[in-house]
């Protein structure tokens, strides 16, 4: 079964302390990784796909890596603006059409 | 310009009483998606469209039901909301990004 797992649940820095979040999977047939960020009450707002192992993207503060059973997102000196939920989903299969599944995400607090 | 556009923001219904949920989208995408987030979960897929082919998930309620007029426009209809259907509702439209809506929150009293 298709899965994925978000560690930690919840992380509180400091403003400036870099830190990784990270994304574990286990899929049939990775198409893509993808990272959101997620504010209260918000939809996701899209940051990141990631397609094949050793691929990165950087925005901001914020860089993505993906290997063959994880992701990480990077985030260097934090701001208290970062805060939000960041969740990682998966899309995985050969067919026309292929879902995206979800972590439950981790719970990002920036202090300043 | 907001390519994914949800309304309303919030929908009060009450038990029973049937509600639609309206998304539109700029981007032309074929696919979309409708999933259904409750408090501190991750998204949970409810069915998706391929142009005007219908797919529901299989542990999707029968009270779900969707319509697709158009590539544009995309309807969720819930037929008789529960309290358990309380949630955060959110359609993507997807090629090789999907991008969210703001989404519909449902408050069922």
């Known amino acids: 079964e298709d899965q994925v797992t978000q560690s930690p649940e919840a992380l509180r820095l400091q403003e400036g302390e870099s830190s990784s979040l990270n994304c574990s999977y286990t899929?049939?047939?990775?198409?893509?990784l993808f990272w959101y960020r997620q504010d209260p009450g918000k939809g996701p707002e899209f940051l990141f796909t990631?397609?094949?192992a050793g691929e990165e993207k950087e925005k901001e503060r914020l860089k993505a890596t993906l290997t063959k059973k994880e992701s990480f997102l990077h985030i260097t000196a934090p701001k208290p603006e970062d805060s939000a939920t960041y969740l990682c989903?998966?899309?995985?299969?050969?067919?026309?059409?292929?879902?995206?599944?979800f972590g439950t995400g981790t719970l990002l607090a920036v202090q300043p | 310009d907001a390519m994914v556009i949800q309304n309303p923001r919030y929908q009060v219904t009450q038990f029973g009483k049937p509600v639609t949920l309206s998304c539109s989208q700029t981007?032309?995408?074929?696919?979309m998606y409708w999933y259904q987030q409750k408090s501190s979960q991750a998204p949970k897929l409810l069915f998706h469209?391929?142009?005007?082919?219908?797919?529901n998930e299989a542990d999707t309620p029968d009270n779900f039901q969707s319509r697709r007029p158009n590539t544009s426009f995309c309807f969720l209809d819930i037929r008789s909301p529960g309290l358990g259907d309380a949630a955060m509702y959110l359609c993507?439209?997807?090629?090789?990004?999907?991008?969210f809506g703001q989404g519909t929150r449902l408050t069922v009293v």
């Open positions: 989903a998966v899309q995985a299969g050969g067919g026309a059409t292929n879902k995206l599944i």
């Open positions: 899929v049939s047939g990775l198409r893509g």
């Open positions: 990631l397609y094949s």
């Open positions: 981007l032309n995408h074929n696919v």
């Open positions: 469209y391929y142009d005007k082919d219908f797919n």
């Open positions: 993507a439209p997807q090629n090789t990004e999907a991008f």
